[in-house]
């Protein structure tokens, strides 16, 4: 469950990124979050995994009143979540099985478990032929393949996407939104930022619009009135 009330979010320099957002998340919801460049949608995502906090208001994420949560709590409130990136963030020096191990190697997992457990992620994400590879090997669509496999790899309950297909073929989009819903029909929440208007007609999820720091629309319906 992921709960805003009231939250607004002012940066230093003066900017009011988020404006008084209240809104409610389900576990097990599958949550697009549209809107133009700079309406605030990464500074959204940002105060959900705590790399910002709010200026004001209140937001809980499952159990937990982010307010309340101290700086070196926050490693394990992210352990609890797993992050797609635009621009991937893969470590090119390792192989596609060594970047996905070592997400579990550095929250303590066994050698054994990791053993066991890559080969079920990569085959999630149909990557199991590329295990040796390394990323610059790889083509867009399967360097974010890799990303998922590795947010996945701790089994999170919230997955957080800033833009996942934003630097794959428009084609491609499709099947890292297929996997997504695949994951979240296992139980995982997800919350995905995307400019790709195709995509959210589309799936047709709950569609969550950011405009100016406001929320503008929160719809399932949203498709259809931008149709
Ligand atoms: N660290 C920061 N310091 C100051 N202002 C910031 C910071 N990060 C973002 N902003 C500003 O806050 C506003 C919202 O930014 P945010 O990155 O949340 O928008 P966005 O909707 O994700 O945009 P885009 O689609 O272009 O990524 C913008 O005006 C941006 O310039």
Not at 82 to 103: C, H, P, S, W
Not at 207 to 224: K, L, M, P, Q, R
Request: proline share 3%; glycine share 8%.
């Amino acid at each position: 469950m992921i709960e805003f009330q009231d939250v607004s979010k002012i940066y230093s320099n003066g900017t009011k990124a988020l404006s008084n957002v209240n809104l409610h998340v389900n576990d097990g919801e599958f949550v697009f979050i549209v809107g133009s460049s700079g309406a605030g949608k990464s500074t959204f995502l940002k105060l959900i995994t705590c790399e910002e906090r709010p200026s004001e208001g209140e937001i809980v994420v499952g159990e937990q009143k982010l307010n309340e949560l101290k700086r070196g709590d926050v490693p394990y409130l992210r352990r609890t979540m797993g992050m797609v990136f635009q621009d991937f963030r893969l470590i090119q020096k390792m192989t596609v099985y060594e970047n996905v191990a070592f997400a579990m190697h550095v929250v303590g997992a066994s050698s054994r478990e990791i053993r066991r457990r890559v080969p079920y992620i990569l085959g999630l994400v149909n990557l199991q032929n590329k295990a040796d590879c390394h990323p610059r090997e790889l083509s867009g669509g399967e360097q974010q393949r890799v990303g998922l496999a590795r947010a996945l790899i701790n089994s999170p309950r919230l997955l957080i996407a800033d833009e996942p297909t934003g630097n794959i073929d428009p084609a491609l989009s499709f099947e890292i939104v297929d996997l997504f819903s695949e994951i979240n029909k296992r139980g995982t929440t997800i919350l995905m930022v995307t400019h790709e208007h195709s995509l959210v007609k589309h799936f047709g999820r709950r569609v969550i619009e950011i405009h100016g720091g406001t929320v503008v629309a929160d719809s399932c319906n949203w498709e259809v009135r931008h149709a």
